[in-house]
């Protein structure tokens, strides 16, 4: 049966939980455990698919469509065996709407429905379905303890420790060791007050990891044992490393993998952690350096664009390659010229996701820069869209747009598409207002790439799956006129012959896909389509 550790946060938030969670995941299934996770957020929202990357950072997309936190980002990256579904994340307001809408069909035979049980039962249910299949469960609460919003939760954290009993349940508890610099002193008082907090609801944490900017002595990590009923061994140090990527074996080498095969009774093998030491010694010893500008509107908030970050990471440890990230606000690009001369340093071009019209100047700006000066450019998602829409007002002399942007355009290159055919039986895009319905590409799906076109050389096939999170389209009456000029359709979605990807073949390296390859990277072994980008860059800057 599933066993299941729940991950709780106190003092402050932003410790690192998901980080954590994950590498303990990590090594257990480094000794062979068959390991999922799951985060739970206290937040109204039912998804964080309607929120501001501002507010929530980017929103990450399973395969199977969900729109979740972007700790399963962390979650996926970290396991090499598990992949997030829409079991694996879900909000409070998740469950309210499950529950009022059990409550308006009369399954609670008109009986008052209350946080507990109903609330509670409900999130038990979600907590033992996500587990379903697996040895072991790591179940992330969002927010820090003493939250209001997070107590339905440890509630039901708390009525699970009870059912399930100590053989199937544990809970770990991740708090802050602040260094008072004037005082040259770490403090436990934080994290004696975070377990009291968390002992008046009824939780008594089983681990204690106790995050700190700087080395926690062992005479303070035994005073925080006595004053919080913790086991010694129990409380693991975790100071800031120079790699996230190193926070499994920390894990490993303070027994934490050991502590928890033992109370759960399981007798494995020790765990093997050499890829994660490759990965660590590649991104800390790197042989070159790069650097991207990546265009956005989102810049100010790096984690609205995470799993981007990661995988331009994870392509450099696979090249043993620097990637310097350089952020370049797109409505700021459109007018300064400072920010330009900026731009022009970079060795490569990438244009991400995003919806709106708001910097898509900048962000055009950008696609021709790269385009005319022969400089690697990755286009993602709206960066194809504008890479097509740059091409076609700037080659093809056409007043081309997007309906997101203009519903009115004569040229709609871009739009939502309708589910009828024209009389030469070819999907169309309409832009008039009837195209408000359209509906959004979530999740995996299968795309066919042309035989022999740089993306096929990329991924070393022509049939491939990736996730997509969009709702507007390339219309394909604009495919032959843009073949014609030079740009290349290399990609059609395998159901609907929806554009999938273009590439210029007379450029270097440009390439712009309506996909998002960032969800699927992974520290060990990076993405084959970044990985690419960033041995372009590297090509780029040696001709400098």
């Not at 975790?238 to 109370?263: F, G, H, K, W």
Request: proline share 4%; aromatic share 8%.
């Amino acid at each position: 049966m599933t066993k299941f550790i729940f991950v709780t946060g106190g003092v402050v938030s932003s410790l690192g939980k998901g980080i954590t969670a994950a590498s303990l995941a990590a090594v257990l299934e480094a000794r062979g455990v068959k390991v999922t996770m799951t985060k739970m957020d206290p937040y109204i929202n039912v998804d964080p698919g309607t929120m501001s990357p501002f507010q929530h950072g980017e929103v990450f997309v399973t395969d199977d469509g969900a729109e979740t936190d972007l700790d399963l980002g962390y979650y996926e990256r970290f396991l090499r065996h598990s992949k997030m579904s829409k079991s694996n994340n879900f909000t409070s307001g998740r469950i309210y709407q499950t529950v009022l809408n059990k409550e308006r069909r009369g399954e609670y035979l008109g009986g008052t429905v209350q946080v507990i049980p109903h609330i509670t039962d409900e999130i038990k249910n979600k907590i033992l379905a996500s587990g379903e299949g697996y040895d072991i469960a790591i179940i992330e609460i969002g927010g820090t303890v003493g939250d209001i919003e997070s107590l339905p939760f440890m509630e039901a954290v708390r009525q699970m420790q009870v059912e399930l009993g100590r053989n199937r349940a544990m809970l770990m508890h991740l708090t802050l060791v602040p260094y008072i610099s004037s005082a040259g002193e770490t403090k436990t008082k934080p994290t004696q007050h975070s377990v009291k907090e968390l002992r008046s609801i009824g939780l008594q944490p089983d681990i204690l990891i106790c995050r700190s900017e700087h080395y926690i002595s062992p005479d303070n990590r035994r005073k925080i044992a006595l004053f919080t009923n913790v086991e010694e061994r129990a409380v693991i140090m975790c100071e800031d490393a120079q790699s996230i990527y190193q926070i499994p074996r920390t894990l490993y080498e303070q027994d934490l993998d050991d502590i928890v095969c033992e109370r759960f009774g399981m007798n494995l093998p020790e765990a093997d952690l050499s890829d994660w030491d490759k990965v660590v010694e590649a991104q800390l010893n790197p042989e070159s350096n790069v650097t991207v500008a990546m265009v956005g509107k989102y810049v100010e908030l790096p984690d609205a664009y995470k799993s981007i970050n990661e995988a331009l990471l994870h392509a450099g440890i696979t090249h043993q390659t620097s990637v310097n990230i350089d952020y370049i606000d797109a409505e700021r690009l459109e007018t300064d010229e400072g920010l330009f001369a900026q731009l022009q340093q970079a060795d490569a071009v990438l244009v991400p996701g995003g919806f709106g019209e708001r910097g898509t100047v900048g962000k055009l700006k950008a696609v021709t820069y790269a385009r005319e000066n022969n400089v690697p450019y990755l286009g993602i998602c709206l960066g194809m869209q504008l890479a097509v829409i740059e091409y076609a007002r700037n080659v093809l002399n056409i007043d081309a747009n997007s309906s997101e942007f203009d519903r009115k355009t004569a040229e709609p290159i871009i739009g939502l598409i309708t589910e009828w055919l024209d009389e030469r039986g070819e999907l169309q895009i309409r832009s008039d207002d009837s195209d408000l319905g359209g509906t959004m590409r979530l999740g995996a799906q299968q795309a066919e790439l042309v035989a022999g076109s740089k993306l096929s050389q990329i991924y070393g096939a022509t049939r491939i799956s990736e996730r997509h999170r969009h709702r507007y389209e390339m219309n394909n009456r604009y495919i032959e006129p843009l073949e014609q000029s030079g740009m290349k359709i290399s990609g059609y979605s395998a159901k609907q012959h929806l554009v999938e990807s273009v590439e210029i073949s007379e450029h270097p390296w440009f390439v712009a896909v309506q996909f998002h390859p960032e969800f699927t990277s992974s520290p060990r072994g990076g993405h084959p389509l970044f990985n690419s980008f960033v041995k372009a860059a590297k090509d780029h800057h040696a001709t400098k």
